[in-house]
Nanobody, 122 residues
Framework: QVQLVESGGGLVQPAGSLRLSCAGSGFTFSNRFINYMMSWYRQAPGKERELVASISSFGDTKTYADSVKGRFTISRDNAKNTVDLQMNSLQPQDTAVYYC???????????WGQGTQVTVSS
């Protein structure tokens, strides 16, 4: 059974940092034959879910939303089946539920985690 579990969310003051982690089970993140694009999304109250950052199968390509460029860093460890999101200089507008996402481009298979709450407030 494919499962993604996020952790690391919480309450942080403006300008603070958090590191989110997503652990996958039931599937292989990436190898010679299987490739999963991994992403972090977020959804704030009353807003649509938006893409925050993506990382290619072997980490050579990373993309970020304009609102987080220079502050967030996505990384992955295929040996451990994990993908992390380092968030620095957090702002109140970063408050949202953050979701981990896996997409296998060859088949269109998609998996989502249950989400972790990040609240930036003084």
């Amino acid at each position: 059974q494919v499962q993604l579990v996020e952790s690391g969310g919480g309450l942080v003051q403006p300008a603070g940092s958090l590191r989110l982690s997503c652990a996958g089970s039931g599937f292989t993140f990436s190898n010679r034959f299987i490739n999963y694009m991994m992403s972090w999304y977020r959804q704030a109250p009353g807003k649509e879910r938006e893409l925050v950052a993506s990382i290619s199968s072997f980490g050579d390509t990373k993309t970020y939303a304009d609102s987080v460029k220079g502050r967030f860093t996505i990384s992955r460890d295929n040996a451990k089946n994990t993908v992390d999101l380092q968030m620095n200089s957090l702002q109140p507008q970063d408050t949202a539920v953050y979701y981990c996402n896996a997409v296998r481009s060859a088949t269109g298979f998609t998996a989502w985690g249950q989400g972790t709450q990040v609240t930036v407030s003084s």
